[in-house]
């Protein structure tokens, strides 16, 4: 019940194109989605969050989408830039138990 | 940069051996977290301390074991190492370890057991 499930794997966008990352939860505790961008040799970085009172949330080219009902959140990049070429996690965490639960990873790759 | 420090980068180590990892948190941050991260488990919740007390436990071996110091500096003990335990291991920090708060990454320190 712990789980976050992350998909894709791997996906690859073309410059000025939309990159869509898909999560999806099982646990109705969980009250806060942060997602992560990493590089190789980094440590995971914060990029954007939201909490489940509101269904969207935007911060410039990236945006998270939040479905309640459906327990699910994804994250997508408008306009991605070969930069944006990284690692995505997304992550869940529950009121009083401070652990991240962390999905799988998305490779992305933008491509000129 | 995320102003969370750890050290060191990398560490290259023997089977059976212990080693020490250091992670001081964003100033004024309270609350630290240790995280594994290897190419099997993913990114793996190991331990959270909080002004220097335990607060949280994962999947921490029995082997690993961490504290937090009063200048809330924290340390990770990893002994009897085996391969298996080659990772990247990641210290994160929060204010104060509630959900009200975001955690921020250090650059972590890549662990190499031979």
């Known amino acids: 019940q712990q789980q976050v499930k992350q998909s894709p794997q791997s996906l690859i966008v073309q410059k000025g194109g939309i990159s869509i990352i898909n999560c999806a939860y099982e646990?109705?505790?969980?009250?806060?989605f942060p997602w992560y961008q990493q590089f190789p040799g980094k440590g995971p970085a914060l990029l954007i969050a939201?909490?489940?009172?509101?269904s969207e949330k935007k911060e410039g080219r990236f945006t998270i989408s939040f479905n309640k009902s459906a327990k699910q959140f994804s994250l997508h990049i408008m306009d991605s830039q070969p930069g944006d070429s990284a690692t995505y996690f997304c992550?869940?965490?529950?009121?009083?138990?401070?652990?991240?639960?962390f999905g799988t990873g998305t490779r992305l790759t933008i491509i000129p | 940069d995320s102003g969370v420090t750890q050290t060191p980068k990398h560490l290259i180590t023997a089977t059976g051996q212990r080693v020490t990892l250091r992670c001081s948190p964003r100033?004024?941050?309270?609350?630290v977290y240790w995280y594994q991260q290897s190419l099997d488990q993913g990114l793996q919740f190991l331990i959270q301390?909080?002004?220097?007390?335990?607060?949280a436990k994962g999947n921490i071996l029995e082997r690993f074991s961490a504290q937090q110091f009063p200048d809330l500096h924290s340390e990770l003990n990893l002994s009897s190492l085996e391969l298996g335990d080659s990772a990247l291991y990641f210290c994160?920090?929060?204010?104060?370890?509630?959900?009200?708060?975001?955690?921020?990454f250090g650059p972590g320190t890549r662990l190499t057991v031979t």
């Open positions: 646990n109705t505790a969980f009250d806060y």
């Open positions: 992550a869940a965490k529950a009121f009083g138990n401070e652990k991240l639960t």
């Open positions: 939201i909490r489940p009172d509101v």
């Open positions: 301390y909080y002004n220097g007390e335990e607060r």
């Open positions: 994160a920090s929060s204010v104060d370890g509630t959900s009200l708060y975001e955690q921020y």
């Open positions: 100033s004024g941050d309270l609350s």
